[in-house]
């Protein structure tokens, strides 16, 4: 393994379901495969009356629930070594003065994971800084939302940089965790198949779908107020465009890589209230069904507000004004209670300017890139072949170039997008992370298009659970003489 310096790994918020459910499963699967170093330390902190014991206990019981308990009584020894547990009132700063007797800055980096609301962190930030405990390599990560608007979102960073410097800093968007979208740094410059033909010159356009088959699991009040085209739309969907449609980084260093997604989006074209209707759909679920099973509208969701007018679904037109992607639309889809859970990039190639196979096809069908980011990572080609035969005639067919990561790369393990984040916070590689000028910039566009909505009094359109949102979102690629890839 190479030599990486042990970190002190303080989780605020470490009874929290984020915690429960995704870091300790994370630094677990971590240990489990030799990835932390040996002196690495694991210190919960939260203002419950718990021990180290008690919290390690805890600890034990949530990997046994999310992991089906297949925990490993030998990892789950060495790996219940490494932590420990501090009560600390976060809001209380005199309380942070306990970090200094277990937090080892000589020997050890502090990486602080801000597991809880941004609304703590202005008095995390000010009890470490008065606690002394800091040092010039300690790190700080947190998570989205970072904000709900810029305004909100400069607050907040305004809030850290007054004790982390910018290269401290590491904001999670756990798919750029993702194998997937990290191979499309690889698919993209690696391959001069791709690489050359990466363009309005050859590309027709290019479609990006999250689709979630849940609903609000419980998170009514909170998903109310942010809505799908802030809490998913904003941060995960741009990233994906960010790296589908960059300009080749002088190298793979987080500065390189960072400077062209922000140059993609500050190319994009504003959204406003004069072209908001055509470039963009809102939907809200209603009853339907999900794989054989009927499923609550959101009116009726627990807890809900009958009145409320937040978009579960949101479809976008998104045009890059810049020379490589003139006149070439991304379509961008996400929403809640889909049919089915999927993540996926469509690349469309224009169509071939002549076809001498009409006894097969009236037109040729355009080949297509299929980049599948969950559930099942992968690469799908999709192109024309002759069918095998000595009748005299070529006939052609649809057919798949299949590229699953799982069969291809079998002893290899595809680690999840906490995994790689945390182990890369761990060993200090910010690439992987979001700058604040990146966030700052994505907020910047998201909010003209909020903007638009308010100042058109646009509503949300009904589609039935189970579906891939209202017949508006077939209307958004069909005025192009588009469909979306089902």
């Not at 932390?36 to 203002?47: Q, S, Y």
């Not at 033909?197 to 779908?209: E, F, L, R, S």
């Not at 500050?266 to 908001?276: D, F, S």
């Amino acid at each position: 393994m190479t030599n990486y310096r042990p970190c002190d790994l303080v989780i605020y918020g470490a009874l929290g379901d984020l915690s429960k459910r995704k870091l300790l499963i994370s630094l677990y699967r971590l240990e489990k495969h030799n990835l932390l170093e040996a002196d690495t330390r694991i210190i919960g902190v939260d203002r419950l009356d718990e021990s180290s014991e008690s919290f390690t206990a805890i600890a034990q019981q949530s990997l046994q629930l999310f992991l089906n308990n297949t925990v490993d009584e030998v990892i789950w020894q060495r790996f219940s070594k490494r932590l420990s547990y501090l009560k600390i009132d976060l809001t209380d700063v005199a309380q942070y003065q306990q970090l200094n007797a277990i937090v080892d800055s000589t020997n050890r980096v502090m990486v602080n994971y801000f597991a809880v609301s941004p609304l703590l962190f202005k008095s995390i930030c000010q009890g470490l800084h008065s606690s002394g405990v800091l040092t010039p390599d300690a790190r700080m990560v947190m998570e989205k939302p970072i904000g709900h608007d810029l305004k909100s979102s400069k607050e907040i960073n305004d809030v850290v940089a007054d004790v982390f410097h910018e290269e401290q800093v590491y904001r999670i968007d756990h798919y750029l965790g993702k194998e997937t979208v990290l191979n499309l740094l690889a698919l993209r410059f690696a391959n001069s198949i791709f690489t050359t033909n990466w363009d309005h010159n050859t590309i027709d356009h290019i479609q990006i779908t999250v689709g979630e088959d849940i609903g609000i699991e419980g998170r009514w009040d909170y998903f109310d107020k942010t809505g799908q085209l802030r809490d998913m739309l904003q941060n995960h969907l741009l990233q994906i465009l960010t790296f589908v449609a960059m300009e080749p980084p002088a190298d793979l260093s987080a500065e390189s890589i960072h400077n062209e997604k922000i140059k993609v989006l500050k190319a994009l074209r504003p959204i406003t209230p004069h072209n908001v209707d055509e470039k963009t759909v809102r939907g809200q679920y209603t009853d339907g069904f999900i794989k054989g099973t009927a499923v609550p509208g959101y009116l009726v969701e627990e807890g809900a507000n009958t009145q409320s007018t937040t978009e579960t679904f949101v479809a976008v037109r998104v045009d890059i004004d810049n020379w490589r992607w003139a006149g070439v639309p991304f379509y961008m889809r996400t929403g809640k209670r889909t049919p089915n859970k999927r993540t996926e990039i469509v690349v469309n190639f224009k169509q071939l300017p002549h076809n001498i196979f009409k006894d097969s096809f009236r037109d040729l069908p355009a080949n297509k890139l299929v980049i599948h980011l969950q559930p099942n990572e992968g690469v799908d080609v999709m192109m024309l072949n002759k069918v095998p035969g000595i009748d005299g005639n070529i006939k052609l067919q649809q057919t798949k170039l299949d590229l699953s990561f799982s069969e291809t790369f079998k002893k290899n393990r595809i680690f999840g997008g906490y995994e790689k984040l945390i182990l890369e916070a761990l060993r200090g590689n910010p690439t992987l992370f979001l700058s604040r000028e990146e966030i700052e910039q994505a907020w910047t566009w998201v909010d003209s298009i909020q903007s638009a909505w308010a100042n058109n009094h646009s509503l949300p359109k009904p589609y039935p659970a189970g579906s891939w949102g209202p017949v508006a979102s077939v209307a958004l690629l069909a005025r192009d003489g588009r469909a979306w890839e089902e």
